[in-house]
């Protein structure tokens, strides 16, 4: 876990970056007239694939969800909501935004699912929108606290594919490459905190840590009649520990050949024998860390023909 908030806590202070809103539900809003508010995610240099969180919060006012913000940048504001990017300013990228509209009746300031403006191409199909208020007209410093945002719970009116998603109220992105930058919240609006605002009651967020790969080599050694007798594995360690491996040869035939080794040395080695001679053989090495958890890891294909 990254990042973590839990304004139901009386213990808990809001971030600096971010105004205490204490009645009638204790969260976080934004405090100066800028756009978007930020808060850093520090994720301490760690490469990492994949993104999950969930957030809580509460509609103030009329935010207007996507509306008037088709052409905007992530650089800017884009959303009356709640925005999960990485970077740093000027070269942000998207995660996820949790958006707010006015009401659950359809409109233009509405979320997409209840027939609203749709979000920008930056967003895609990576957002959550709700509303808090279940009937058009509002009084720009009400909090609708009696409808939690992005719950996945209360979807009424036009909003009722709104809660459809099946994942909903956490989301996961998982990204093509692995990433090591910081993670950033933005609480946007782009009115006068008098007319809108959007408060964050909640939020957690966990990074996947990306492991090392292990490089992993397979040497034949033959019998005299030159048919296979056996795989000789070998790979570097990745760390200073002492670390248990779990080697796992799987034929083309579906024979299985499984066993664990404790590296003391470099490179590592491990000798399958082979009962069943195949056309290629699977290869695959985990690693198990002294603590208990998943160390690196990789798989190879090996084949004399």
Same mark, same amino acid.
């Given at each position: 876990m990254v990042g973590y908030l839990d304004m139901t806590d009386p213990t808990q202070q809001c971030p600096n970056s971010w105004q205490k809103i204490t009645s009638p539900r204790s969260s976080c809003g934004k405090k100066s007239t800028a756009p978007c508010d930020s808060l850093k995610i520090a994720t301490s240099g760690a490469s990492y694939q994949t993104v999950c969180g969930r957030f809580r919060g509460y509609q103030i006012g009329s935010p207007d969800g996507f509306y008037f913000y088709i052409n905007r940048s992530i650089e800017t504001y884009y959303v009356d909501g709640v925005t999960v990017t990485y970077g740093s300013p000027g070269s942000r990228r998207h995660v996820y935004t949790y958006a707010a509209s006015n009401c659950e009746i359809a409109g233009g300031g509405s979320c997409p699912c209840a027939g609203g403006a749709t979000p920008p191409s930056l967003v895609g199909s990576d957002y959550y929108c709700e509303s808090g208020n279940p009937v058009p007209g509002w009084i720009g410093t009400q909090m609708y606290s009696s409808d939690v945002l992005w719950d996945r719970q209360q979807c009424g009116g036009d909003e009722t594919t709104c809660c459809n998603p099946p994942d909903l109220p956490w989301f996961c992105r998982t990204?093509?490459?692995?990433?090591?930058?910081?993670?950033?919240?933005? $609480?946007?609006?782009?009115? &006068? %905190?008098?007319?809108? =605002?959007?408060?964050?009651?909640?939020?957690?967020?966990? *990074?996947? #840590?990306?492991?090392?790969?292990?490089? $992993?080599?397979?040497?034949? &050694? %033959?019998?005299?009649? =030159?048919?296979?007798?056996?795989?000789?594995?070998?790979? *570097?360690? #990745?760390?200073?520990?002492?670390?248990?491996?779990?080697?796992?040869? &799987?034929?083309?035939?579906?024979?299985?050949?499984?066993?664990?080794?404790?590296?003391?040395?470099?490179?590592?080695?491990y000798v399958h024998h082979v009962t069943h001679v195949a056309v290629y053989y699977n290869i695959s090495v985990t690693s198990i860390n002294p603590d208990g958890t998943l160390g690196p890891q990789n798989s190879t294909t090996f084949s004399e023909f």
């Open positions: 990204f093509p490459a692995t990433i090591s930058e910081d993670l950033e919240v933005r $609480i946007c609006t782009d009115e &006068v %905190l008098g007319n809108e =605002n959007v408060v964050i009651e909640s939020f957690v967020l966990y *990074i996947q #840590v990306a492991l090392p790969s292990l490089n $992993i080599q397979a040497v034949s &050694v %033959l019998n005299p009649d =030159n048919t296979l007798r056996q795989l000789e594995i070998s790979w *570097i360690p #990745v760390g200073d520990n002492v670390t248990i491996y779990t080697v796992r040869v &799987v034929g083309a035939d579906g024979s299985v050949g499984q066993g664990c080794t404790v590296c003391t040395t470099s490179p590592c080695l």
